[in-house]
């Protein structure tokens, strides 16, 4: 899976997590949190919205990993390397 | 034709959403009624299968009018029975709406936003009013036909119309509005409030979630509304309705969670018979119930029957909330945010994971006495989470 297209799902799942956000206008580096006003519900069905979606286990200590758009993309194309691998 | 509302007198028949011949189960949508006051969604309160249907659209009859009959399945049908005997049989008259249809109470009337009068309701179909749009200046807020001529009128003219996510914006506005004017106005509420020590919640929280997997994790917010249905148990008063006068003990548990809308103003749709939940469904619940709400698909029986409301503003930071209750409920609990406070036990001063929870109850219904003792269940339970 390419870093585009896991940005694509991130966005998806951001989306339905969060239907009225400007997506277009996130800033990569920025916490998605603080710049989306998603509250702890929301981010949870954001995690499990991304399980659902790259079949990726993402274990509690990891979820700081998932703050901004950009930390999102680069931990989970590296998850999914890892998950290629063991296959 | 059910009651909904102590001065209806008769109902119009706006819409079947089911025929003759349909299985209908308990909890189905099964047609909408027009009150001078708003559209109401009718559920059915039993499984069956429609027999015939006895009302037709357009028609206004008396409350207490059979609308149609539902036989169970395997039955044979019945031959129909003439209206007085029905009426007994099949729907009782108000105030018991509840053998066959009964019908959600004043806040999801509320909700649903809109107060028309059946006459401008027909006016607006027939002049393709957007009743959102339009701004009432009958009673209490209501829609009158002058309103929506008044509407089609400026509609008329080259005025570029207010894209739908501000025309529902300013009718859920309009309903917050309403409610909560409605609440400081009758309700003489009462204020407590008392700090709550999260440290054994917030170890057993962590040291649980580290044995689940991600999708299965849990946030405190469900240790607090089961805590708070707990407490509604032993103090009964909390829990219900002010409804002619005097209060009503609700019939279950239903917990309102007040989600606040990005895009401005707020709902609190329930999620029911919390006392009887576990955790792990309560955050299904709560994780369904959140999504939905952003996406604007709640149920009317989610919008209708919360018995008790709680409110966590404590994501945004606040430490005390000091809430009003939505009527006509009786109490609202309010947590504020979690924080490390300094916190003298056993003679020995340490640092705790602190949180504020108040209650506003309704003095028609409780004293302080009682709201104390319900603030202090939840305080209590929340010492023994693995017992949640």
């Avoid at chain 2, 009013?129 to 009958?138: C, E, F, R, S």
């Avoid at chain 2, 103090?235 to 003990?249: A, H, I, R, T």
């Avoid at chain 2, 302080?368 to 989470?385: K, M, S």
Wanted: charge should be negative; charged fraction near 25%.
């Amino acid at each position: 899976m390419t870093a585009e297209q896991i940005r694509e799902t991130v966005l998806r799942v951001l989306g339905s997590v969060a239907p009225e956000a400007e997506l277009q206008s996130i800033d990569p580096r920025l916490s998605l949190r603080d710049q989306l006003d998603i509250d702890s519900v929301d981010f949870l069905n954001f995690v499990i919205g991304i399980h659902a979606e790259l079949g990726i286990d993402i274990p509690e200590v990891d979820l700081p990993k998932l703050a901004t758009l950009e930390s999102c993309v680069s931990y989970l194309l590296s998850k999914s390397e890892v998950e290629r691998v063991k296959r | 034709m059910p009651s909904l509302g102590a001065d209806m007198e008769a109902g119009t028949l706006a819409e079947w959403r089911v025929r003759p011949g349909d299985g209908v189960k308990r909890g189905d949508i099964v047609a909408v009624v027009d009150t001078e006051k708003a559209a109401i969604e009718v559920e059915i309160f039993e499984d069956g299968i429609v027999q015939a249907i006895l009302v037709r659209e357009g028609e206004k009859v008396p409350v207490g009018t059979v609308l149609a009959m539902i036989r169970n399945e395997g039955q044979p049908e019945q031959p129909i029975p003439p209206q007085e005997v029905k009426a007994e049989k099949v729907a009782p008259s108000a105030p018991r709406p509840t053998a066959a249809a009964r019908v959600p109470q004043a806040p999801m009337a509320a909700l649903r936003g809109l107060r028309v009068s059946p006459l401008a309701r027909r006016r607006a179909e027939e002049l393709g009013v957007q009743l959102t749009a339009v701004t009432g200046t009958g009673e209490g807020g209501a829609i009158t036909k002058e309103d929506v001529d008044r509407a089609a009128a400026t509609a008329a003219r080259p005025v570029q119309a207010a894209p739908p996510a501000e025309e529902r914006q300013a009718g859920l506005r309009r309903v917050i509005a309403a409610a909560m004017a409605r609440s400081k106005r009758e309700i003489p509420h009462y204020y407590l409030g008392t700090d709550i020590d999260m440290s054994q919640a917030m170890a057993w929280l962590a040291a649980e979630n580290l044995k689940r997997p991600v999708t299965e994790r849990l946030l405190y917010s469900a240790l607090l509304l089961r805590t708070v249905a707990l407490a509604a148990r032993e103090v009964q008063e909390m829990n219900g309705f002010w409804v002619d006068g005097s209060f009503k003990p609700g019939p279950a548990i239903h917990v309102g969670v007040a989600i606040s809308l990005r895009q401005g103003g707020l709902v609190a749709p329930a999620i029911h018979d919390v006392d009887k939940k576990s955790l792990d469904e309560l955050m299904r619940d709560m994780l369904d119930l959140v999504k939905r709400a952003r996406a604007g698909v709640l149920r009317s029986s989610e919008l209708s029957d919360p018995t008790i409301t709680v409110t966590s503003l404590g994501e945004q930071g606040v430490q005390t909330v000091f809430g009003v209750i939505y009527p006509p409920q009786v109490a609202l609990v309010g947590f504020g945010r979690i924080t490390e406070r300094p916190w003298a036990a056993a003679g020995v001063v340490g640092a705790r994971p602190v949180i504020s929870a108040s209650l506003s109850a309704d003095h028609r219904v409780s004293d302080g006495h009682r709201g104390g003792l319900f603030l202090a269940a939840i305080g209590r339970l929340l010492q023994e989470p693995e017992k949640l």
